[in-house]
């Protein structure tokens, strides 16, 4: 070691795609584009591409080794996933909140023990997460959450309703914020727990959206049993969890795969599959498509660099969220366009992502909350009035009528 300190060795571009090509295919002309498991259901895919990929740590490079990822830098863990997009790596929706959420605040919050027994089969695909936020009256709320949870001895009893749950059914784990202590105010009576979802008395009824899928469930809880050994953070603590998942999900942590170009090419899939009806040679169409592309690009380096920069997102992530919600609806919409009359048909990929658009708004905290936070966290704003920030959270409507 130097008076500079250890020079780290990055890897270089094309050792990266020599890792990658026995793994993984490269995109070609046919690949189909998916994202945000938008009208599919296929698990496996995803499955393969993870075992293959956890032997190198590819699908979590940052992580550390022993869990299934490869210790990266961030600079080198943004090389990978710009070369990534060269490949055709599944839609990876199912597996993300594990990966892309659960993962990072297991490894911010939890114990030796949890990461010891969680992280790797999130990394393989072994284990798919989901996350109980959301309730009747606590969406953009969140701190409103009235799941209960009471301590008996060295468990805890789960009691209440989650709604709007993504991947559900698939999941074997749930990440479930709950009330520990309904006579604190409502940001610190909340504890973060780890329930497997086949649990006793945990009972998962899907609904259905409007793009046809059945993604997501509302979950009943009646008496659960969950040990203190899955108690993710320290008791009352259970908002700073919910905050360090809700920014990396506000990042992209849910988004994974699908997307992308071919190897060697400038033009995005999506910009290439929108073929049909003329409107690719139309002047007015492409510039469209090229302000959204060039919006598209911008935002992802963007994000590229706040990573690399922060190495944990923060609030900025919502300016991340609001970026690529404004791409994706643009991009269904121009790519429905492009299609014509065809693309009215429901199993186009255009019509999937333009009746799923809408959804981007809302999940994972709705575009005004983004700019609450951006407003009040980033640029320093006057905050909302929120007058039941010190109030006991059982004197809150949610909280009397419970
Ligand atoms: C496809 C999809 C998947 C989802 N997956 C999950 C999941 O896996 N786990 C989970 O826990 N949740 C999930 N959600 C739920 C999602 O996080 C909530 O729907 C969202 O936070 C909004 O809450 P709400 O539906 O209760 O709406 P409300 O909070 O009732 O909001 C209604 C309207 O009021 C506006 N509003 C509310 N408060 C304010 C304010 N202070 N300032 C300005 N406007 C405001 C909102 O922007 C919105 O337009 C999912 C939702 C969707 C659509």
Same mark, same amino acid.
């Not at 793994?23 to 496996?44: F, H």
């Given at each position: 070691m130097?008076a500079?300190?250890?020079?780290r060795?990055?890897l270089t571009?094309?050792?990266?795609?020599t890792?990658?090509?026995p793994i993984?295919?490269?995109?070609?002309?046919?690949?189909k584009?998916?994202?945000?498991?938008a009208?599919s259901d296929?698990?496996?895919?995803g499955?393969?591409?993870l075992?293959?990929?956890?032997?190198?740590?590819w699908?979590k490079?940052t992580?550390?080794a022993r869990?299934?990822?490869?210790?990266?830098?961030?600079?080198?863990?943004a090389a990978?996933?710009?070369?990534m997009?060269?490949?055709?790596?599944?839609?990876?929706y199912?597996?993300?909140?594990?990966?892309?959420?659960?993962g990072?605040?297991?490894?911010?919050?939890g114990t030796?023990?949890q990461?010891?027994?969680?992280?790797?089969?999130?990394?393989?695909?072994?284990?798919?997460?989901?996350?109980m936020?959301?309730?009747p009256?606590?969406?953009?709320?969140?701190?409103?959450?009235?799941?209960?949870a009471? #301590?008996?001895g060295?468990?805890?009893i789960?009691?209440g309703?989650k709604?709007?749950?993504s @991947? /559900?059914?698939? *999941? +074997?784990w749930g990440?479930v914020?709950?009330?520990?202590?309904?006579?604190?105010?409502?940001h610190?009576?909340?504890t973060?727990?780890?329930?497997?979802?086949?649990?006793?008395g945990?009972?998962?009824r899907p609904?259905v959206q409007?793009?046809?899928?059945?993604?997501?469930?509302?979950?009943?809880m009646?008496?659960?049993?969950v040990?203190?050994?899955?108690r993710?953070?320290?008791v009352?603590?259970?908002?700073r969890?919910?905050m360090?998942?809700l920014a990396h999900?506000?990042?992209g942590g849910?988004?994974g795969?699908g997307?992308g170009?071919?190897k060697?090419?400038l033009?995005?899939?999506w910009?290439?599959?929108?073929?049909?009806?003329?409107?690719?040679a139309?002047?007015?169409w492409?510039?469209? #498509?090229?302000?959204a592309?060039?919006?598209?690009?911008?935002a992802?380096?963007?994000?590229q @660099? /706040?990573a690399? *920069? +922060?190495?944990?997102?923060?609030?900025?992530?919502?300016g991340n969220?609001?970026?690529s919600?404004?791409?994706?609806?643009?991009r269904?919409?121009?790519t429905?366009?492009?299609?014509g009359?065809?693309g009215?048909?429901?199993?186009?990929?255009g019509h999937?992502e333009?009746?799923t658009?809408?959804?981007?708004s809302?999940?994972g905290g709705?575009d005004?909350?983004q700019?609450n936070?951006?407003?009040e966290r980033?640029?320093g704003?006057a905050g909302?009035?929120?007058l039941d920030r010190?109030?006991?959270?059982k004197n809150?409507?949610?909280?009397?009528?419970?």
């Amino acid at each position: 070691m130097g008076a500079f300190g250890r020079v780290r060795y990055v890897l270089t571009d094309d050792e990266i795609r020599t890792a990658l090509d026995p793994i993984i295919e490269c995109r070609t002309a046919d690949t189909k584009l998916t994202t945000m498991g938008a009208g599919s259901d296929a698990l496996e895919p995803g499955r393969r591409w993870l075992a293959a990929a956890v032997e190198g740590g590819w699908a979590k490079p940052t992580w550390p080794a022993r869990y299934g990822g490869r210790d990266a830098s961030a600079q080198e863990d943004a090389a990978i996933g710009r070369i990534m997009r060269e490949y055709a790596v599944p839609d990876l929706y199912a597996y993300m909140i594990g990966l892309g959420m659960v993962g990072p605040a297991l490894l911010a919050h939890g114990t030796d023990a949890q990461r010891d027994r969680w992280l790797r089969p999130i990394a393989s695909g072994e284990e798919i997460w989901c996350q109980m936020f959301s309730e009747p009256e606590a969406g953009s709320d969140l701190a409103n959450v009235g799941l209960g949870a009471d #301590a008996d001895g060295e468990e805890w009893i789960l009691s209440g309703q989650k709604v709007w749950t993504s @991947r /559900a059914m698939w *999941a +074997a784990w749930g990440i479930v914020l709950a009330r520990t202590d309904p006579e604190a105010p409502k940001h610190k009576g909340l504890t973060m727990f780890a329930i497997p979802m086949d649990a006793p008395g945990l009972e998962v009824r899907p609904l259905v959206q409007m793009n046809g899928d059945e993604h997501f469930s509302e979950v009943f809880m009646d008496e659960c049993r969950v040990p203190d050994s899955g108690r993710v953070g320290e008791v009352g603590e259970g908002w700073r969890v919910a905050m360090t998942i809700l920014a990396h999900e506000r990042a992209g942590g849910s988004r994974g795969g699908g997307e992308g170009k071919a190897k060697e090419s400038l033009v995005p899939r999506w910009l290439s599959d929108a073929v049909g009806d003329g409107h690719t040679a139309d002047p007015v169409w492409l510039e469209r #498509a090229m302000e959204a592309h060039t919006f598209d690009q911008v935002a992802s380096w963007t994000s590229q @660099r /706040a990573a690399a *920069a +922060a190495g944990s997102p923060g609030p900025a992530g919502s300016g991340n969220k609001l970026r690529s919600v404004r791409t994706y609806k643009q991009r269904a919409w121009l790519t429905t366009e492009a299609q014509g009359p065809h693309g009215m048909l429901t199993d186009t990929h255009g019509h999937i992502e333009l009746m799923t658009a809408p959804s981007m708004s809302i999940r994972g905290g709705t575009d005004e909350i983004q700019r609450n936070i951006v407003g009040e966290r980033v640029l320093g704003l006057a905050g909302e009035p929120r007058l039941d920030r010190e109030v006991p959270w059982k004197n809150s409507r949610k909280g009397l009528i419970q």
